[in-house]
């Protein structure tokens, strides 16, 4: 069945498969194709199913190379060009090459136009004026988590365009199942369901669990008979520093001083009092906190929610609040 290991996002699934069939019988490429959302989401591993079901040749491709003509050329002129005429007449059953495009927002806007009128036309200016060469039926597939970052000509250009979502508990518990079994790791349903809560509805997140587990497994010689324990795999998460809802150190440090402060918190002074990047805060530690509920970000700053105070209060860890200075200014 297409992508039947592949677990979650059905409907996602569905379309594509109803695209790929048709691009078939139409001889054609399938529609190009925008996958944004969370990192760590699937994006790239769907891209890859979409070109194994549909048989049809795969090409990765940077996109900060494609900042000019010469560079969007050089791409195109590798694309699968069997059963064309000279004239770029199907004279035959055409595979059309996928080329994906990991981060696409990182495309240069020269790049973005230059690829944009092939992805449309199939034709390339030949650089003499109104003089232009064919290029063969191509699908560009672009994984993005910034897709606003995409010009909207070219972000148009993307027919089919679909956002993958955090995995619900239930499919994480199939992943981290899946994956363990493909490392010869034995995972009782309490070990797996542990691993699950805690990589954020993220296979990636999850993988890179099940690898920690399987090394401490082999340095400590588990007998994995009966499964790999929950006391291992809990002491795995105490070594990584990882709670049980999955926020990290660094993220639990963000939101102590949040509770502390009780009032709202510019970037550059939560970067100061925490003495972690803005950047880092920004990227890596504000969405997740958000998504969980437990920060919000008014026009004043970083504040945390009444569910943050109270995730504290439940693990009995209510942080004392400080005298702190949070007008500093950055030397």
Known sequence: MWGADMIGNDNIKKQ???SSLAAKKRNKNMPHTLFSGAPGCGKTSMSRYIAQESNVPFLSVIPDEMDGYKKVLGILEKLNHDNYDSKGNRIGPVKPTMLFFDEIHRMPLIGQEILGIAMES?????????KYFWVPYFTVVGATTKAGKLSKPFRDRFKLQFTFEPYCI??????VRFHAEKKELSITDEGALEIAKRSRGTPRIAVGFIERVRDRVLIDHTDQQNGVSIELINNVFCDLGIDQRGFTTTELKILKTLFQADQAIGLDNLSIITDEDKKTIRDAVEPFLIREGMMIISGKGRMITEEGKKYFKDRGEVPVKEEIDFNYERK
């Open 122 to 130: 199939f034709v390339i200016e030949s650089g003499k004026p109104n």
């Open 16 to 18: 594509l498969i109803m």
């Open 170 to 175: 239930d499919d994480m518990v199939k992943i």
